[in-house]
């Protein structure tokens, strides 16, 4: 079955760029109708979306985010990657990734999650 | 922007309880709603799609119900597994969000 694994930097000083990348394998990311996202967990707290991509290559990002968040995909890869820019201490969390489909043929939920990365802005 | 609110916050049940987890949308979504376990170290894993469905897998102690503005999550017998922190999240044309999330605690 599908599985996803984050991989970047665990530690970003303030101001830099966030990078991370998500490896999808046992699947192409190109096939289907998935969308790709990611999704973060400061420690002790709820989970937050920051955005995400159709196989299309459309994205969408949360509101609060929108400026500083840009996903990309690259298909010869089979990656996913997120940016992040203009990092704060408020930016510490556990970043996830995660595909979602739609069960019920209308709205998508994410049924596979990598298995998190931490990332500590900090310097 | 639709926001998501739980209720309770913490819970604490002791096993074979019956538990009820609320979710409240500020806006009618219909039916677009899910419901995650997560267990502390672990990413979440999906239990209920559109609001009722039960993923395949997910034992039958876990039902969901609602559409539009308020939402339940059940979960009939608790067993020792059941012990995580559960959200949920509603998907629409320029989002996700998810709620703030509820932790089940042993009594």
């Known amino acids: 079955q599908v599985q996803l694994q984050e991989s970047g930097p665990g530690l970003v000083k303030p101001s830099q760029t966030l990078s991370l990348t998500c490896t999808v394998s046992?699947?192409?990311?190109?096939?289907?109708?998935?969308?790709w996202g990611w999704i973060r967990q400061p420690a002790g707290k709820g989970l937050e979306w920051l955005g995400r991509i159709y196989v299309t290559g459309s994205t969408e990002y949360h509101p609060s985010l929108k400026s500083r968040v840009t996903i990309s995909v690259d298909t010869s890869k089979n990656q996913f990657s997120l940016e992040l820019s203009s990092v704060t201490a408020a930016d510490t969390a556990v970043y996830y990734c995660?595909?979602?489909?739609?069960?019920?043929?209308?709205?998508?939920?994410?049924?596979?999650w990598g298995k998190g990365t931490t990332v500590t802005v900090s310097s | 922007a639709i926001q998501l609110t739980q209720s309770p916050s913490s819970l604490s049940a002791s096993v074979g309880d019956s538990v009820t987890i609320t979710c409240r949308s500020s806006?009618?979504?219909?039916?677009?709603l899910a419901w995650y376990q997560q267990k502390p170290g672990r990413a979440p894993t999906l239990l209920i799609y559109?609001?009722?469905s039960l993923k395949s897998g997910v034992p039958l102690r876990f039902s969901g119900s609602g559409s539009g503005t308020d939402f339940t999550l059940t979960i009939s017998s608790l067993q020792p597994e059941d012990f995580a922190t559960y959200s949920c999240?509603?998907?629409?044309?320029?989002?996700?969000?998810f709620g703030q999330g509820t932790k089940v605690e042993i009594k």
């Open positions: 046992n699947g192409s990311i190109s096939s289907g109708n998935y969308y």
């Open positions: 995660a595909r979602a489909r739609r069960p019920g043929g209308y709205y998508y939920y994410m049924d596979v």
């Open positions: 806006q009618d979504i219909n039916s677009a």
């Open positions: 559109d609001a009722s």
């Open positions: 999240q509603h998907f629409n044309s320029y989002q996700w969000t």
